[in-house]
Each structure stands twice: as structure tokens, then as C-alpha cells.
């Protein structure tokens, strides 16, 4: 098994700055990859974006490139998404996941989730 938690999220003005992060324990091992999503009331959970947890990799959403990093600390298990120019329309509750396979934009794929942390974005 693997546990994930989520930490970073709050209240900001639009324009403004948050860092998620995500930190993993348990089976570390079995993870390829790390994601994050978002879940905005009455939307269905979407995709942000993905770092495989070797080499680095990285994948966005088209709805938050260039303004959203994911970067990776391996040697302390930790996935953070680095929001930058955050819009009204980012809030939503942040979830981090873990895959054994690659980085994918379906929850599907995905075996384990954090708990979630809210990211509210005002205008």
C-alpha cells in the first residue's frame, strides 16, 4: 500500500502563488508515476498534471500549462505542484495519485489517492 498526503492548500487572490505538495509512504517502490487532479463542486475530478517518478517527466493539462509546475523531491517521496497566476476558476479540491503504470489523464489508472486539499482562488 501506498499513503499519500496532500499539504499547501488555502485561500489566495487571484494573480497569486501556492505550492501543493504531496508526500508519499508505504510501498514507495511500486510507484511510476505521480499526478495531480482537481474537482471543482458539481465538476467531475480532471487531470493537471503528471511527473513520472523516474527521469522526470512532465505532462499538463492544457488549462494550466505554463502557469503550473510539478517537480519531484525522490529522496523525500515528496510530488509538489507549484501554482503560479492562479485564476477564480482554479479552486477546486486538489488530489494527489499514484500509479504503478505511466502518467495518464484517467483517474482510472490510478491506484492510490490523497486526501485532498482545497485551493480557493478569489477574484
Known amino acids: 500500500q501506498v499513503q499519500l498526503v496532500e499539504s499547501g492548500g488555502g485561500l489566495v487572490q487571484a494573480g497569486g502563488s501556492l505550492r501543493l505538495s504531496c508526500a508519499a509512504s508505504?510501498?514507495?517502490?511500486?510507484?511510476?508515476?505521480m499526478s495531480w487532479f482537481r474537482q471543482a463542486p458539481g465538476e467531475e475530478r480532471e487531470f493537471v498534471g503528471g511527473?513520472?517518478?523516474?527521469?522526470?517527466?512532465?505532462y499538463y493539462a492544457d488549462s494550466v500549462k505554463g502557469r503550473f509546475t510539478i517537480s519531484r523531491d525522490n529522496a523525500k517521496n515528496t510530488v509538489y505542484l507549484q501554482m503560479n497566476s492562479l485564476k477564480p476558476e482554479d479552486t477546486a479540491v486538489y488530489y494527489c495519485?499514484?500509479?504503478?503504470?505511466?502518467?495518464?489523464?484517467?483517474?482510472?489508472?490510478?491506484?492510490?489517492w490523497g486526501q485532498g486539499t482545497q485551493v480557493t482562488v478569489s477574484s
Open positions: 511527473i513520472r517518478w523516474s527521469g522526470g517527466s512532465t
Open positions: 495519485a499514484a500509479a504503478r503504470n505511466g502518467v495518464s489523464s484517467d483517474r482510472e489508472d490510478y491506484a492510490y
Open positions: 508505504g510501498r514507495t517502490f511500486s510507484i511510476y508515476a
